[in-house]
């Protein structure tokens, strides 16, 4: 298959602009995608962030203002990896200068940036937009998906989509960007974790009618650059009671981000439960997808059972990888990139797709909604906020 070249850049060479860098490299272990992206160009304002892409051939562009990049006529898409606070400015200037973007969640720093960046998304059709939402390309993620869609539920009972992790236990973690209002946005924990969450309800139709919120600020200071103690101000852990429908059907779904659950390294889990069937995943245990429902156990008669099905490592875009091997973090990374080339070149078919800009705006009515709530113990209506 003649594969059609891409040349990629990113902006922001920090934790996820590596991580993207790294994936791209391991491109060759797709079968018969219809794009080849070269990573050549990186920008960060810190020099030395720029150091490590010496690692990676194809790289030959190297600036510390991303507008050189936006002027660079052979580059076709562009990773945007930065604080909050910058999506708007640095999306939209990537958008108007006509270059693709897979940008990163929680696009824009509230609902008024979000917007901002749609508006230039519609300004600008040559741009293809998407954002960044690995953890539904899991294999097991993808077959509890196919599962709900299959309509195997039956009459829905409830669901439930979270995001876990635990570092922040350690009160003597240095503060650091994310745990600060000002970069990471008044949602906090939401902004950061709150798309892994909802990009599967919102694409199974989930939109929530009313939102419950229930926020946390746990720890409320941390050492700053100096060791002192400074306020962090961000929301730790959120949980949202949402009221949503499926096949017409009110159901209790269940939305929770945490940085403080005991024990949780980046685990994203969903369950969804109906009278005739029931599936769940976690990333935990990452092989496996349980499925509930009714069996005739041989002499013990009808009863209800968890079955538990070991996935492999395929998900949406075929790997050559063997089927029965494991599948981790830098896969999704890897096959989400592929569903986003794919979808760009008009090739991912009926495959499971990236997070649109619509849904990324809908995220944040829904955070708004969840911190209304919380300050007031009612439930409010993302439709409220939604201002478009
Ligand atoms: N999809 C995921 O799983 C995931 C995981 C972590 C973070 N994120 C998101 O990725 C984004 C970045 O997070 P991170 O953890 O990589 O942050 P980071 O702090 O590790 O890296 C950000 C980088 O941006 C650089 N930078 C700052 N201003 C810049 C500018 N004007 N131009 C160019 N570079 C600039 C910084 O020097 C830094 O190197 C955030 O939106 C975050 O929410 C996504």
Known sequence: MNAKTVNIAIIGAGLMGREIAAAIQRWPALIDHPVRPRLTAVCDINPAALDWFDEIETVTTKVT???DLLADATIDVVYVAVRHDLHERIYSDVISA???????????????????????VNAHPESFVRCSSEMPFFPGAQLAINYVLSGALGTIVEARNSFLHASDVDVTKPIGWKRQNKYCGEA???NDLGLHTWHVPLRLGWAPETVYGVLQNIV?????PDGALVDCDTWDNAVLYSWASHDGVRFPLTTETKRIDAGQKNTWVFEAIGLDGGVRFSTKNPKLVEIFTVVDVPGGGKEQVWQQIDV?????W????GHNFEFGFSDSILQMWAAFLAEREGKLGDRFSCVTPQEAVATHAIYLA???SSATGIA???EDDLKQ
Do not use: N, W
């Not at 696009?107 to 008024?112: A, K, P, R, T, V």
């Not at 409320?220 to 700053?224: D, E, I, K, S």
């Not at 492999?312 to 949406?316: D, E, K, L, Y």
């Not at 075929?318 to 990888?321: A, I, L, Y």
């Open 98 to 120: 006509g270059k693709s973007l897979l940008a990163e969640k929680p696009f824009g720093i509230d609902e008024s940036a979000a917007l901002a960046i749609l508006d230039a």
């Open 220 to 224: 409320t200071q941390r050492p700053g």
């Open 318 to 321: 075929p790997t050559v990888t």
């Open 65 to 67: 203002d991303y507008h």
């Open 312 to 316: 492999g490592s395929q998900s949406t």
């Open 188 to 190: 906090g924990v939401l």
């Open 370 to 372: 969840g911190m209304k």
């Open 380 to 382: 409010c209506s993302p």
